[in-house]
């Protein structure tokens, strides 16, 4: 098997160049913008349980022991839980704590939702980019008569440009889409139990609403 034979400089471009640019027009600035942090994601540290929880463990220790109105602001590296943390020392309540994660959570569910969107469009669109490789190398045939290395050529292209196209949809965008829905699944469950745990430990050191909150309670 020559593996020479199955790269084609035009057909891979009319199939990737096609897609990147049908894909852009779909997606918008906001789409590749939010696909292109997402991709960074993957390729950066991922959010640790253990880490993050240690950054932290003094300061939700000495909240527990001597009360919110001594906590210092937190010197975790992560920008939701130092947000978090400086939300209930401002408040003084834990539902502040909660209300800032779930901003947080809502910012990524809305980044991830944006980014799979994309990806999914790439994959959507890349077979069909292959069958327009196909037909324009179709198109491509003398209409006087047929010779053998004309007929090699348009038909070597025809069916490269349908490869590619399958092969970039379904061993490329396809895992790579999943991929991004798998990390963002896992980074969730791991916030969700970080903030359980929070809220466990600071449950009688914090109230639970904050001051507005109990006023219109009361």
């Not at 035009?10 to 779909?26: C, E, M, P």
């Not at 943390?85 to 980044?111: C, D, V």
């Not at 970039?168 to 991004?180: C, E, N, R, T």
């Amino acid at each position: 098997m020559d593996i020479s034979a199955l790269w084609d400089p035009a057909s891979a471009s009319i199939v990737l160049g096609g897609t990147l640019f049908a894909t852009a027009l779909r997606a918008g600035p906001s789409g590749l913008g939010a696909t292109a942090l997402s991709l960074a994601g993957l390729a950066t540290k991922r959010f640790d349980y253990g880490t993050a929880r240690a950054e932290i463990a003094a300061e939700v220790e000495s909240i527990r022991h001597d009360g919110v109105l001594r906590a210092q602001p937190s010197n975790s590296s992560d920008p939701e839980i130092a947000d978090a943390t400086g939300a209930l020392i401002r408040h003084r309540s834990l539902h502040a704590a909660m209300a800032e994660h779930e901003r947080y959570k809502q910012l990524r569910n809305t980044r991830q939702r944006r980014a799979l969107r994309t990806v999914y469009a790439a994959a959507e669109l890349a077979p069909i980019f292959g069958l327009a490789g196909t037909l324009l190398a179709l198109s491509q045939l003398p209409a006087g008569g047929l010779q053998a290395r004309d007929l090699a050529g348009a038909v070597g292209m025809a069916v490269l440009s349908t490869l590619y196209g399958l092969l970039m949809a379904h061993l490329a965008l396809m895992p790579l889409a999943h991929w991004i829905e798998r990390m963002g699944e896992k980074e969730e469950a791991d916030r969700q139990h970080l903030f359980d745990w929070l809220g466990e430990q600071l449950t009688d050191a914090c109230p639970s609403m904050s001051p507005p909150e109990r006023r219109r309670k009361a």
